[in-house]
Each structure stands twice: as C-alpha cells, then as structure tokens.
C-alpha cells in the first residue's frame, strides 16, 4: 500500500509523529536530550539536559521527579548555568562546574566543585542557594529558599560529558 510522505519524513527519522526535528536547514529542534559522541572515542559523550523546579527542591527534567542518569564506571566533567526568578523579578544566576566520578555499584561521589556566581541581587533578609545533588546512578541540583514565600523558579542548563573510567 502506498503511502505519502511529508516533508522530512523518511525510514531514518527526520521527523517523529509528523513534528520535525530536523528542518530543511539542518537545525535541530524540539529534542528532549542531546546526546553527541565521537566515532573514535564510543566510549565518551556528551549529553544536554534542561532543569526545573519551584522554591526548595531537587530540580527534574520532567514532572515525574527524573533526573540525569549517570552510567556506572565512568568520570563526568557537568555543567549547569543556572537562574533563579521570583515574580519581582529579582534574580540569581551563576554556573557550576563539578567533577563526579560514579563507580561500578553505582556510587556517584563528587570529586571537585566550583560556584561562580554572576548575578545575586537577592535582599539580605532571604536566602536562595543551590547545590549539587548526587544519589545512585543520578546527579541533579538542590535548591534551597528561606526568608520569603513568594515563587522561585529554578532552571538549569546542564552538560555532561561522560568518559568510561574502569
């Protein structure tokens, strides 16, 4: 039986359920995750993850509670710029940089971090922070907020770059 086919659709997967994901320009869109490996190096990638939550939590990719999955045996280089906003508009951002090894059980262990921040104009009477969050097999960030009841929402551009480590 024959069938029409829409722009970009074809057996290898240019689009999903006639939504493109790459256009005509080779731009590549609505992706949940990216994940980028070298053909020599198939032991190694690179992967891009999107953050979220509101005031205290741990920030997901999803609203189910999901966070980034790191594989056994491997050293992960992650990076995540983040921001926090309340409604005023008041705003904190930075990017941190961690170095985190996860063994072959699973154990993830935070070998090296650094917090570079880039906007804090937070008032003096709240708090906002945020933190590496590591359990097993997983990796995602703390947020804390205190001293005021309004809504901050959290969000965070994360890279992973993964290196199998046995």
Request: aromatic letters at 10%; a negative charge; glycine letters at 6%.
């Amino acid at each position: 039986m024959a069938s029409n086919l829409r722009k970009f659709d074809s057996l290898g997967g240019f689009s999903v359920a006639e939504l493109i994901h790459v256009d005509d320009k080779h731009n590549a869109k609505e992706f949940n995750s990216i994940e980028m490996k070298n053909s020599f190096h198939t032991d190694s990638k690179t992967t891009n993850y999107i953050l979220r939550g509101l005031n205290t939590a741990t920030l997901q990719l999803d609203d189910v509670g999901t966070s980034i999955t790191i594989d056994s045996n491997t050293m992960n280089f992650i990076t995540g710029h983040f921001i926090g906003v309340n409604p005023t508009g008041v705003v904190y951002t930075g990017k941190i940089e961690s170095a985190v090894y996860c063994s072959d059980v699973g154990a993830v262990s935070e070998l090296s971090n650094m917090l570079t921040i880039i906007k804090h104009d937070v008032p003096v009477s709240e708090t906002w922070s945020i933190e590496s969050f590591t359990a097993t097999n997983r990796f995602s960030y703390s947020t804390v907020r205190s001293g005021t009841i309004q809504t901050i929402k959290w969000a965070v551009s994360t890279e992973v770059i993964s290196i199998a480590w046995a």
